[in-house]
């Protein structure tokens, strides 16, 4: 789900590793550490600098209007940069579900390319700054959570925030992202955006009018089970509860 938490510690750790960072820290080897550090830092400054420059933009303009436009570079590389995630778990550098991991960071840099900076005309709806808004929160916290706790100095405040946060800003989110796609629909399905008629030479049809559809049906059977896996990993971390699950 694009808004997710990520509880799974996408691209920086599971869980275990978050509760016992000495271990996993010689587990990785200096050089992994140092890596997976550098990269957190890198993250949770490049979500800072957008925090700044969002919140700058609006007291100079007194409107949210072009805000998109301002920090839409900003937003599209460190979002990009993301996919590192997928690479770590995929090199066996972290140890959580790449499946997961692929399915969270992939639909946030569809959000990005394939609807906010496909379909301009909608880059001002009052939706891409909900979820823009609670993206940057989200992620700076997530990610400076992993920067701490990599570094066995994790303040209380952030380990707080990080299962507490997203108890607001996860359902807030989506319904910024479902707004968002809804409100692509129709310049989509009136340009014939990313569609493939028949006849071709393939012999292949593709309408993504009806694909963004499915992606909007996506979100009822996601959306409950991600919410509640982070809702379960916070009644452990915070509450030393023990809970059995399944691998993802």
Not at 175 to 183: N, Q, S
Request: with cysteine.
């Amino acid at each position: 789900m694009a808004s997710s938490e990520e509880g799974s510690g996408a691209g920086n750790g599971s869980l275990e590793e978050k509760e016992n960072g000495k271990k996993a820290v010689r587990r990785r080897g200096a050089v992994t550490t140092a890596w997976l550090i550098f990269f957190n830092i890198t993250m949770t400054a490049g979500w800072l600098v957008l925090a700044i420059a969002m919140m700058r933009f609006y007291m100079e303009k007194g409107t949210y209007k072009g805000l998109y436009k301002n920090i839409q570079k900003t937003l599209k590389f460190f979002q990009t940069f993301a996919l590192l995630e997928i690479v770590h778990c995929a090199a066996g550098v972290v140890h959580t579900s790449v499946l997961v991991t692929g399915v969270q960071v992939s639909s946030r840099i569809f959000m990005v390319w394939f609807i906010t900076h496909s379909v301009k005309q909608i880059q001002n709806e009052e939706s891409v700054i909900l979820f823009l808004v609670v993206w940057t929160v989200t992620e700076i916290t997530r990610y400076s959570f992993y920067t701490f706790n990599m570094l066995n100095h994790l303040p209380y405040f952030i380990k707080w925030a990080r299962y507490n946060f997203f108890i607001i800003l996860y359902p807030v989110g989506v319904v910024g992202e479902l707004l968002t796609i809804y409100a692509a629909l129709p310049y989509v399905k009136r340009s014939g955006m990313f569609s493939v008629r028949l006849p071709n030479k393939y012999n292949v049809s593709f309408d993504y009018y009806y694909f963004l559809l499915i992606v909007m049906a996506s979100y009822v059977p996601l959306f409950p089970q991600l919410y509640f896996h982070m809702l379960r990993q916070r009644r452990k971390v915070l509450h030393g509860e023990v809970i059995i699950e399944k691998d993802d």
